[in-house]
């Protein structure tokens, strides 16, 4: 059975920083596209970044230089690095997998972790 377990979320100031860890199980992930994804109170679920076992990772322009995903497939790992953060980015982060779908559309991941809160300060 698949498991996907995020740490590292917190309370930090505008301007900060935060690295985000998802830790999957169940199976070798080395060729599934993996992703973060956030949710805002009152807000759809978006997608964050996409990260294909060997391609280039796929951003969102919201994100786009300040944000970093790379995982360690050897050990089923995707870490999400988030500079230069905004209250904009003030969020539930999800990671999230899929076997078989490699777009930005969340409501097609099959798996999802718990989330972590993030919270960006003024």
């Known amino acids: 059975q698949v498991q996907l377990v995020e740490s590292g979320g917190g309370l930090v100031q505008a301007g900060g920083s935060l690295r985000l860890s998802c830790a999957a199980s169940g199976r070798s992930f080395s060729n599934a596209v993996m992703g973060w994804f956030r949710q805002a109170p009152g807000k759809e679920r978006e997608f964050v970044v996409i990260?294909?076992?060997?391609?280039?990772?796929y951003y969102a322009d919201s994100v786009k230089g300040r944000f970093t995903i790379s995982r360690n497939n050897a050990r089923n790992t995707v870490d999400l690095q988030m500079n230069s953060l905004k209250p904009d980015d003030t969020a539930v982060y999800y990671c999230?997998?899929?076997?078989?779908?490699?777009?930005?559309?969340?409501?097609?991941?099959?798996?999802w972790g718990q989330g972590t809160q993030v919270t960006v300060s003024s």
């Open positions: 990260s294909w076992s060997r391609s280039t990772p």
């Open positions: 999230a997998e899929d076997p078989y779908y490699s777009g930005t559309d969340w409501q097609k991941y099959a798996y």
